[in-house]
């Protein structure tokens, strides 16, 4: 992997991360602060629904539905997402998916504060604020390099998993304290309102209707014309290759509550640290990602942080002391962080821009779909074996996959960002 030193914002960003985009597009820095505080919004609201289904119901398995509802209608509307995103004004979807997101967040303070306490009606509302993020992923995501320069996306890329991770830590952390002060209504209410900071981003937004071939008119964009660019883009189709690896072959994250029983001998406080420490290790990954806007070989860096993410993961699975568990489980989290930055920003730059809504849409439903298979496949082998043989053996299998992948298809690991090639 080259670097560029010559660079001066490189030089001064050689460890934390790069803050160029944030100087130097006003449109992105307000996009960024206002996706970080609504994603902080929804991480609260993510925790205080599941906190009040299990109020009512006193069942997990009804707690468990919650996630059932919110992945179906993510991963069917995140296709069609991308299709709308590649016809109509970006901008326009994004504010209107954003606008449903903070009237449903509205609208669960105002039952709350009726005291309108029914499951069904919070299954309703997940399913419909999965369908909005299936809509605003893809427009939002497409916007970005329309903003910033090719140069500058990775950097970008890994200022928004600090966004991804902030969510993801903070927000179910600050809403387990706001529904333990002041109730579900204070949650729901705040959540509602961080929406504002997104939405006025969004409406300073130019307009984001999308490129075109001359002559290719305004006819509606085809999901299957999507699938068909991606067929014939060999490149593009190996970053999701490569994620399929990770997430499938080497995802720990069902057998967390066995692993802390059987291993550590610990509790729910202990599974709590073990879902908390990859998260952490993205959300460091980001913060400590000067380097990356330096890296031109982008998929040779994402073969060697998939293969990170498996090797990590095996050597999780043979750790029995629960602080080297934490580090190896933060150091996977870390190389998650790494592919992630290379995929986006491979999908963002190799891709024509009447493309990048589709291909966005694909890479919601991979992310959302991917670790769900994994769970499953964990599940399964450590029932039929034992927790060691399913997370040792899938991250050794994750490895091996990869490796694969990286001899069968050789221009991947010699793509380079300067010239890019789908």
């Not at 803050?19 to 307000?30: E, F, N, Q, V």
């Not at 996706?35 to 929804?42: E, H, K, L, Y």
């Not at 190996?238 to 029983?261: E, G, K, Q, Y």
Request: glycine share 12%; proline share 5%.
């Amino acid at each position: 992997m080259t670097a560029d030193t010559d660079s001066p914002t490189a030089s001064r960003s050689r460890i934390l991360a790069d803050l160029t985009p944030l100087r130097s597009s006003a449109h992105y820095r307000r996009l960024w602060f206002g996706n970080t505080i609504s994603w902080i919004g929804q991480g609260m609201t993510s925790l205080a629904i599941s906190l009040q289904v299990y109020d009512i119901t006193e069942s997990s398995f009804s707690v468990g539905l919650v996630g059932l509802f919110s992945l179906v209608p993510l991963m069917v509307f995140g296709l069609y997402g991308g299709a709308i995103a590649d016809t109509v004004d970006r901008r326009k979807l994004g504010l209107a998916s954003a606008s449903g997101s903070a009237v449903l967040s509205a609208g669960l303070a105002a039952a709350a504060f009726a005291g309108f306490a029914h499951v069904w009606f919070l299954y309703g509302i997940v399913a419909l604020q999965s369908v909005c993020a299936a809509l605003n992923g893809p427009a939002r995501s497409s916007m970005i390099p329309r903003l910033l320069p090719p140069g500058q996306l990775p950097a970008a890329n890994a200022l928004n998993s600090i966004t991804m991770t902030s969510g993801t830590l903070l927000g179910p952390m600050l809403g387990g304290l706001i529904v333990g002060f002041s109730g579900y209504q204070s949650a729901y209410s705040i959540d509602a309102v961080t929406f504002a900071a997104s939405l006025y981003a969004m409406w300073r937004l130019p307009s984001m209707l999308p490129d075109r071939e001359e002559g290719a008119g305004a006819k509606r964009a085809s999901v299957l014309d999507g699938f068909r660019f991606l067929a014939t883009r060999p490149n593009l189709r190996m970053t999701f290759f490569s994620d399929f690896c990770a997430m499938i072959l080497a995802h720990p994250r069902a057998l967390f509550p066995a692993v802390a029983a059987l291993w550590y001998g610990g509790d729910a406080r202990t599974t709590g640290l073990l879902v908390a420490a990859p998260a952490l290790g993205a959300l460091l990954g980001g913060v400590f990602s000067g380097w990356l806007s330096r890296v031109h070989r982008h998929g040779l860096a994402i073969l060697l942080s998939v293969g990170a993410w498996g090797a990590a993961i095996a050597v999780f699975g043979l750790t029995r002391q629960l602080w080297l568990g934490l580090v190896f489980l933060a150091l996977a989290g870390c190389a998650d962080t790494v592919s992630m930055v290379f995929r986006n920003t491979m999908l963002q730059v190799a891709a024509p821009d009447e493309m990048r809504g589709r291909l966005q849409g694909v890479f919601i439903v991979v992310v959302a779909g991917g670790p769900r298979l994994g769970d499953f496949l964990a599940g399964t082998t450590a029932d039929l074996a034992s927790p060691t043989v399913a997370i040792t053996g899938g991250g050794v299998a994750c490895v091996v996959a990869v490796g694969l992948l990286g001899l069968s298809r050789r221009g991947f690991a010699r793509y380079d960002a300067r010239t890019p090639e789908a």
